[in-house]
T-cell receptor, first 113, second 114 residues
Framework: DGGITQSPKYLFRKEGQNVTLSCEQN?????MYWYRQDPGQGLRLIYY???????QKGDIAEGYSVSREKKESFPLTVTSAQKNPTAFYLC????????????FGQGTRLTVV | LAKTTQPISMDSYEGQEVNITCSHN???????ITWYQQFPSQGPRFIIQ???TKVTNEVASLFIPADRKSSTLSLPRVSLSDTAVYYC???????????????FGKGTKLSVIP
C-alpha cells in the first residue's frame, strides 16, 4: 500500500529540547518537502530535497535541520533555536518537477510546553 | 518563482457552481498550474493540474486563458463536504534539480452554506 507516513501524529516536548519528526514514503519519489502550518494560515516551506544527500532551505529554515540519507526518508529536527515551534508540520513527496502531483502525510501536531 | 494571488475567502450555497480565480502574472514558459484542497488538520490533496486551455476531471475543471496570467478552478454543484481551503500553485515543469520548491500561498477558504 503506497503512501507517505508521518509519525507521531501528536508530539509534546518541553521547551529547550530538540525533537525529530519522521517522514517516510514508499512512492519512489525523488523530491520531499517539509512545511509548517499555523492556525488559519497557509503552508510555509521549511526545507526541501530533490535528490538523496542534497537539500535546500525554504522560506523559514532557521531553527530546523533535515537529512536525506535515503530516498524514502526525510526526517525534520526542530531544534531549541526555533523560537516558536508549536505548530502543525506536514511532509510531502513528489516526482521532481512542477508538472507532477505531490502527496502529503497526515501531519504531526507539535506542542512545546 | 511565480507568485500567486487568490481571494482569501468565498461563500457559496449548496448546489451552486463555484469559481476560484488565481492570478500569476509572472508565470514562466515551463510552469504548470496545480490546485490542491485542504481540510482542517489534514494534508493538502491534489485536485487538478494544467498548462493551458481547459482541463477537466471527475472533481473539477481548470480554465487557463491564452496569456496564462491567471487560472480559474471551477467546482460544479458544491456540497457541504467541499468546505475547505483551496491552494493554487505554479511550478516549473522541466524538473531541473533544485528548481521546484512547491510553494503554497495563503489559499482561498471556501465555505459552503446549506
Amino acid at each position: 500500500d503506497g503512501g507517505i507516513t508521518q509519525s507521531p501524529k501528536y508530539l509534546f516536548r518541553k521547551e529547550g529540547q530538540n525533537v525529530t519528526l519522521s517522514c517516510e514514503q514508499n512512492l519512489n519519489h525523488d523530491a520531499m518537502y517539509w512545511y509548517r502550518q499555523d492556525p488559519g494560515q497557509g503552508l510555509r516551506l521549511i526545507y526541501y530535497s530533490q535528490i538523496v544527500n542534497d537539500f535546500q532551505k525554504g522560506d523559514i529554515a532557521e531553527g530546523y535541520s533535515v537529512s536525506r540519507e535515503k530516498k524514502e526518508s526525510f526526517p525534520l529536527t526542530v531544534t531549541s533555536a526555533q523560537k516558536n515551534p508549536t505548530a502543525f508540520y506536514l511532509c510531502a513527496s513528489s516526482p521532481a518537477g512542477g508538472d507532477t502531483e505531490a502527496f502529503f502525510g497526515q501531519g504531526t501536531r507539535l506542542t512545546v510546553v | 518563482l511565480a507568485k500567486t494571488t487568490q481571494p482569501i475567502s468565498m461563500d457559496s450555497y449548496e448546489g451552486q457552481e463555484v469559481n476560484i480565480t488565481c492570478s500569476h502574472n509572472n508565470i514562466a514558459t515551463n510552469d504548470y498550474i496545480t490546485w490542491y484542497q485542504q481540510f482542517p488538520s489534514q494534508g493538502p490533496r491534489f485536485i487538478i493540474q494544467g498548462y493551458k486551455t481547459k482541463v477537466t476531471n471527475e472533481v473539477a475543471s481548470l480554465f487557463i486563458p491564452a496569456d496564462r496570467k491567471s487560472s480559474t478552478l471551477s467546482l460544479p454543484r458544491v456540497s457541504l463536504s467541499d468546505t475547505a481551503v483551496y491552494y493554487c500553485l505554479v511550478g516549473d515543469g522541466v524538473g531541473r534539480a533544485g528548481s521546484y520548491q512547491l510553494t503554497f500561498g495563503k489559499g482561498t477558504k471556501l465555505s459552503v452554506i446549506p
